[in-house]
């Protein structure tokens, strides 16, 4: 399947991407996490992206597009992705789906994770990341055993620079203005299915994997 997950920052992508692409068996594309990847590596890309990122604002799309088309290449995603953060407004969705036809493909489905902006505060307020796996956790609603230290893998969890109250704000205001519009493109498309991502981590995945098997049936 090829599906794509929407929703503001903090409403839970990363966290639902790992359950659902591995009940699927596909690849979980985060371009979040890849763009930190090159952060943390030191790459001309991670360069170019750092001070975008910490501001909360998008990278520009010339640089983001190339990236995922590379990824897509890659041979683990031929039968199936599943895209977190990707597109993040109508001009990169509108090159994906050209990216797509251009293999006689498209996307499946687009789920929206809805969460209110209250709670979204409260999940990037506590978000923790650890530097060696990349697992999110929360320091009250999904803590690690020791804190500070991933149960996973045993690295050191850190606060993104950009989970900062201030730029907290900002990114939910890039989210309204740039990235919400891609609601409406999609339902026009007719792939749009919304998914309540509140409660517990485990109910908000039965929700998405039931829309997604809906879809399979
Ligand atoms: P969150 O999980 O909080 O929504 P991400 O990890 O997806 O945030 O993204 C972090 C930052 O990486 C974004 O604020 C943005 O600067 C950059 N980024 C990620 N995906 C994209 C994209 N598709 N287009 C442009 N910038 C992106
Ligand atoms: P996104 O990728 O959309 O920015 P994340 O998956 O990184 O969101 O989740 C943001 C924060 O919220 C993390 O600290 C995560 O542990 C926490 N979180 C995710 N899902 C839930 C949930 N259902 N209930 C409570 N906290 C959650």
Redesign the pocket.
């Given at each position: 399947m090829r599906v794509v997950l929407v929703?503001?920052?903090?409403?839970g992508?990363?966290t639902q991407a790992q359950f659902i692409a591995s009940h699927l068996s596909i690849p979980k594309i985060?371009?979040?996490?890849i763009?930190?990847a090159n952060v943390s590596g030191g790459t001309e890309l991670g360069k170019l992206?750092k001070g975008?990122?910490d501001?909360?604002?998008?990278?520009?799309?010339e640089v983001?597009i190339a990236m995922?088309r590379d990824r897509l290449a890659e041979n683990d995603a031929q039968e199936g992705f599943l895209l977190?953060?990707?597109?993040?407004?109508v001009a990169?969705a509108e090159v994906l789906k050209k990216m797509l036809a251009d293999f006689g493909i498209g996307l499946d489905l687009v789920l929206e994770l809805v969460v209110d902006d209250d709670e979204v505060v409260r999940r990037?307020a506590g978000?923790r990341t650890c530097r060696s796996c990349g697992k999110v956790w929360h320091v009250d609603f999904d803590p690690p055993k020791v804190d500070g230290i991933c149960d996973a893998c045993g690295g050191e969890l850190f606060q993104?620079d950009?989970?900062r109250e201030e730029t907290i704000r900002h990114?939910l205001e890039?989210?309204q203005e740039q990235t919400a519009p891609l609601i409406s493109f999609y339902a026009d498309e007719g792939i749009l299915r919304g998914v309540d991502a509140t409660g517990p981590v485990e109910e908000v995945t039965q929700r998405a994997m039931s829309e997604l098997r809906r879809f399979a049936d």
């Open positions: 929703g503001p920052p903090g409403a992508k990363g985060s371009t979040g996490d763009f930190r992206a975008f990122m501001r909360g604002d998008l990278v520009p799309d983001t995922v977190d953060g990707f597109p993040r407004n990169q990037l978000r993104r950009d989970d990114r890039v989210y």
